[in-house]
């Protein structure tokens, strides 16, 4: 799974193309800040199975340990000048979390 936070459905789809995706569909959120939309879907929860691929700290801070592991680019790879994980250092991570993990579902958080 990919989260673009921040990135409304009707911007996305307006750019992206949708065609190539296995499975595509836009849902309603339910959080309005990171931090209750992780709490709401993660925390308490056993997501064993699952690798955490995040740019954002509130992964840990509300469900740290619902994962079976979570990479956190916050704490190595932020960029101060621009405010953020970039989106390059994110994706890198993730394709080498699949080759460290490739056993494991992905969730793959953009910021």
């Not at 992206?16 to 995706?21: E, N, V």
């Not at 469900?63 to 405010?83: N, P, Q, S």
């Amino acid at each position: 799974m990919i989260v673009l936070d921040a990135c409304r459905a009707d911007y996305f789809e307006q750019v992206a193309q949708i065609d190539p995706f296995d499975h595509y569909s836009a849902r309603v959120s339910l959080g309005s800040h990171s931090n209750e939309w992780t709490r709401r879907d993660f925390q308490g929860g056993s997501f064993d199975d699952t690798v955490y691929v995040s740019a954002n700290p509130h992964t840990s801070l509300e469900a740290g340990g619902a994962f079976h592991h979570i990479v956190k680019l916050w704490e190595t790879d932020f960029d101060d000048e621009a405010g953020v994980v970039r989106p390059d250092v994110v994706r890198d991570a993730a394709i080498s979390a699949h080759e460290e993990f490739p056993d494991k579902r992905l969730i793959v958080h953009f910021m």
